[in-house]
């Protein structure tokens, strides 16, 4: 939607007359949130708009459960944590091996269930209506320095979204022949 980088930028200083301020703000929200539980090479790049808006939390590769605890700086904290757990749920303290392996799974259930969180807070983010309704997608396309440093079809794609959704409420009197 927006390769231009001094317009990306411009978009997220909330300066008055940014039409797409909201929009670039949640895209911001989405690729910090999809950074927290999704391999990096799935995330796409902060410039790139279309490809946040369309980003698939669903199919994007995750990463696992200790690299989800290594990025957010949890994993000394959450294994403490899982060994006190295990330590008081398992009966038998002299089984080492026993108390490893639930320690082990307690801490794995822990970061899928904080993916899952992210992942359903990600879901959340994508159905804003800033996302999702045309006429929103339409404004937020509607920069006129982007009109005219796109390449033209994807400046004439993003004019058509707009036109789309001004005429579609009779914004605009649609032209007699």
Avoid at 90 to 117: P, Q, V, Y
């Amino acid at each position: 939607m927006f390769a231009d980088v001094k317009s990306f930028s411009g978009a997220l200083s909330g300066r008055k007359g940014s039409g797409f301020y909201t929009c670039g703000q949640l895209c911001r929200l989405i690729r910090r949130l999809a950074g927290r539980c999704f391999v990096s090479s799935a995330i796409p790049k902060e410039t790139d708009w279309d490809e946040i808006l369309a980003f698939d939390v669903e199919t994007s590769p995750l990463l696992t459960p200790a690299a989800f605890l290594q990025r957010l700086d949890l994993e000394d904290k959450v294994t403490q944590a899982a060994k006190r757990k295990a330590d008081s749920d398992l009966c038998d303290k002299r089984n080492k091996e026993g108390l490893d392996k639930l320690s082990t799974k307690l801490k794995e259930d822990l970061a899928l269930l904080g993916c899952d969180f992210v992942r359903m807070l990600l879901r959340s983010v994508t159905k804003h209506i800033s996302l999702t309704h045309e006429l929103v997608k339409g404004m937020a396309c509607f920069d006129p320095k982007m009109l005219f440093r796109l390449p033209v079809e994807l400046s004439s794609k993003h004019f058509t979204i707009l036109y789309r959704s001004f005429s579609s409420r009779k914004w605009i009197a649609v032209a007699e022949e």
